[in-house]
T-cell receptor, first 113, second 115 residues
């Protein structure tokens, strides 16, 4: 069965520091997509970054980057220069083809001023 | 503005009273999906639809129904709601999984309480 595991239910980081959120997944597929979503207190789901499994290069979006290790089935999110507005719940998600999409249980990130 | 809308945003109802949560998208997306979010469980897929008149079960379909008569709309129906369906519900849509990546666009969420 396909699963997505976020092993850190909660994390804290000092403002301006760097933090890494972990995500591992289990799949037998070779072609799939991975996403990180952010959910602030407003509850809106916001796409942070995405990675296509067929691409070797790690995706980057401004202060957000991923470390995609396909063989290890790992997809961690690094947030550099953490800001107060980064405080939110972060969800890792996996999708293959037209099949259902699977989310992890989330990591709540606190930013300490 | 490209968006997914859901109505109502908040709903308190009683056990057994049928309700419908509407979802509409203006991006001409083929794929639409419903999720529920519960503390400690993340988002779990209820139903999804690959196109008009094509729907399939997700991980937690029991107690829910959906229909896809038009491309833009994907209502979620609770025929006989029960307290264990108290949750935060999200509708989402996306392009087909062809070529470049296809993230989902989410609605604002519907907070449902069943007493």
């Amino acid at each position: 069965a396909q699963t997505v595991t976020q092993s850190q239910p909660e994390m804290s980081v000092q403002e301006a520091e760097t933090v890494t959120l972990s995500c591992t997944y289990d799949t037998s597929e070779s072609d799939y997509y991975l996403f990180w979503y952010k959910q602030p207190p407003s509850r809106q789901m916001i796409l942070v970054i995405r990675q296509e499994a067929y691409k070797q290069q790690n995706a980057t979006e401004n202060r957000f980057s991923v470390n995609f290790q396909k063989a290890a089935k790992s997809f961690s999110l690094k947030i550099s220069d953490s800001q107060l507005g980064d405080a939110a719940m972060y969800f890792c998600a996996y999708r293959v083809g037209y099949d259902k999409i699977i989310f992890g249980k989330g990591t709540r990130l606190h930013i300490l001023p | 503005e490209a968006q997914v809308t859901q109505n109502p945003r908040y709903l308190i109802t009683v056990t057994g009273k049928k309700l419908t949560v509407t979802c509409s998208q203006n991006m001409n997306h083929e794929y639409m999906s419903w999720y529920r979010q519960d503390p400690g469980l993340g988002l779990r897929q209820i139903y999804y639809s690959m196109n008009v008149e094509v729907t399939d079960k997700g991980d937690v379909p029991e107690g829910y129904k959906v229909s896809r008569k038009e491309k833009r709309n994907f209502p979620l129906i609770l025929e006989s709601p029960s307290p264990n369906q108290t949750s935060l519900y999200f509708c989402a849509s996306s392009r087909p999984p062809i070529g470049e990546s296809y993230e989902q666009y989410f609605g604002p969420g519907t907070r449902l309480t069943v007493t």
